[in-house]
């Protein structure tokens, strides 16, 4: 599938659910309102479309949330997908909070998963129920345990926090490379209203990327794995770090993928509202053939970039649909 600017769309990112047991203050507000278990596709309907789009050329996989642990027999949807690998599919990767790793570890590396991206913001206790509103800390970590002794490969994902955890990357990259685990930076994304003054939650990466340089040497790379991140390798740990900028640098010009939500609802695009119903064609018919054009149709209308802007003046999102709805 190539959209209009050439770009070929092999990665589909699924959300499997819009429901998580944090409430993280840059994602969502404390009291969410979640989808009604009637408007949510069955695990099998996401199957379905899942397979849609790797007949159509998309070679990896992405599930995520919400928190995609906690939907119900989720590990069906883990093993059928699993048995694509090999055919069609090359890769099926998890972006979770890991609060339920310990649980799932072992499990999610039968099914084929080998790598495994897990959201951790702070090492500090306190400051992530804080953050989380809702999360222990020490689950998480026995869950990251879990998967690294289940031999999955881990990369930590940092929402870079002003005023809240920018003072504690430092020791946070010292943590992760020294486990083996590579980390990325990411830059609080405008979506969805989240009970917070996003003025203050900002911190762009390029200051924090200066301020790191008093702490490391940092040596840029063309590694690539295949989302938005941009590398460089840290001289005093050996490890890799990564930055994800929607604010203050496009990423966009490489973007090869899309994103379907829990509803059959695909986006074209992070930072933008244009979307595709694929519900509707999926319930329509058995045979796949409009569901084919449908996925045709959308791919030709994805945009060149996102337009994500914090509205200082009115501290109002970019995007109105909260991030737990369309997925990481």
Same mark, same amino acid.
């Given at each position: 599938?190539?959209?209009?600017?050439?770009?070929?769309?092999?990665?589909?990112?699924?959300?499997?659910?819009?429901?998580?047991?944090?409430?993280?203050?840059?994602?969502?507000?404390?009291?969410?309102?979640?989808?009604?278990?009637?408007?949510?596709?069955?695990?099998?309907?996401?199957?379905?479309?899942?397979? %849609?789009?790797?007949?159509?050329?998309?070679?990896?996989?992405?599930?995520?949330? *919400?928190?995609?642990?906690?939907?119900?027999?989720?590990?069906? !949807?883990?093993?059928?997908?699993?048995?694509?690998?090999?055919?069609?599919?090359?890769? &099926?990767?998890?972006?979770?909070? *890991?609060?339920?790793?310990?649980?799932?570890?072992?499990?999610?590396?039968?099914?084929?998963?080998?790598?495994?991206?897990?959201? &951790?913001?702070?090492?500090?206790?306190?400051?992530?129920?804080?953050?989380?509103? =809702?999360?222990?800390?020490?689950?998480?970590?026995? *869950?990251?345990? %879990?998967?690294?002794?289940?031999?999955?490969?881990?990369?930590?994902?940092?929402?870079? &926090?002003?005023?809240?955890?920018?003072?504690?990357?430092?020791?946070?990259?010292? =943590?992760?490379?020294?486990?083996?685990?590579?980390?990325? !930076?990411?830059?609080?994304?405008?979506?969805?209203?989240?009970?917070?003054?996003?003025?203050?939650?900002?911190?762009?990466?390029?200051?924090?990327?200066?301020?790191?340089?008093?702490?490391?040497?940092?040596?840029?790379?063309?590694?690539?794995?295949?989302?938005?991140?941009?590398?460089?390798?840290?001289?005093?740990?050996?490890?890799?770090?990564?930055?994800?900028?929607?604010?203050?640098?496009?990423?966009?010009?490489?973007?090869?993928?899309?994103?379907?939500?829990?509803?059959?609802?695909?986006?074209?695009?992070?930072?933008?509202?244009? %979307?595709?119903?694929?519900?509707?064609?999926?319930?329509?018919?058995?045979?796949?053939?409009? !569901?084919?054009?449908?996925?045709?149709?959308?791919? %030709?209308?994805?945009?060149?970039?996102?337009?994500?802007?914090?509205?200082?003046?009115?501290?109002?999102?970019?995007?109105?649909?909260?991030?737990?709805?369309?997925?990481?």
């Amino acid at each position: 599938m190539l959209d209009p600017f050439g770009r070929s769309i092999t990665y589909l990112r699924v959300s499997v659910t819009d429901r998580c047991d944090f409430r993280c203050v840059y994602c969502m507000p404390e009291h969410m309102s979640f989808l009604p278990k009637k408007d949510v596709l069955t695990l099998e309907e996401l199957d379905r479309l899942c397979g %849609a789009f790797i007949a159509k050329g998309v070679d990896r996989l992405r599930l995520t949330g *919400g928190e995609p642990l906690v939907r119900r027999n989720v590990m069906s !949807l883990f093993r059928s997908l699993g048995a694509r690998l090999g055919n069609g599919l090359s890769e &099926l990767t998890l972006t979770t909070n *890991g609060s339920q790793l310990a649980r799932f570890a072992d499990e999610l590396v039968d099914c084929g998963v080998k790598r495994i991206n897990v959201s &951790l913001d702070t090492l500090d206790a306190d400051k992530f129920r804080a953050i989380t509103r =809702w999360g222990d800390l020490s689950v998480v970590l026995g *869950g990251i345990d %879990a998967a690294q002794k289940a031999r999955l490969s881990i990369k930590i994902n940092v929402v870079a &926090l002003r005023g809240i955890n920018e003072d504690e990357i430092p020791s946070m990259i010292e =943590w992760a490379h020294g486990r083996g685990f590579d980390m990325t !930076l990411i830059e609080t994304m405008p979506m969805g209203d989240v009970d917070a003054d996003r003025t203050e939650q900002y911190l762009p990466l390029s200051l924090l990327r200066s301020q790191l340089a008093r702490h490391f040497t940092m040596t840029p790379t063309l590694d690539r794995t295949g989302g938005p991140a941009r590398y460089v390798r840290i001289q005093e740990t050996g490890g890799r770090l990564g930055f994800i900028t929607p604010l203050t640098h496009n990423f966009c010009e490489s973007c090869n993928r899309v994103r379907l939500t829990c509803t059959g609802t695909l986006y074209m695009c992070l930072g933008q509202e244009d %979307a595709a119903d694929l519900r509707g064609p999926l319930r329509a018919s058995a045979d796949d053939a409009d !569901l084919y054009a449908a996925i045709d149709e959308a791919i %030709a209308r994805k945009p060149k970039g996102h337009d994500f802007i914090i509205d200082r003046r009115h501290n109002r999102p970019a995007v109105a649909r909260p991030m737990s709805l369309t997925g990481g």
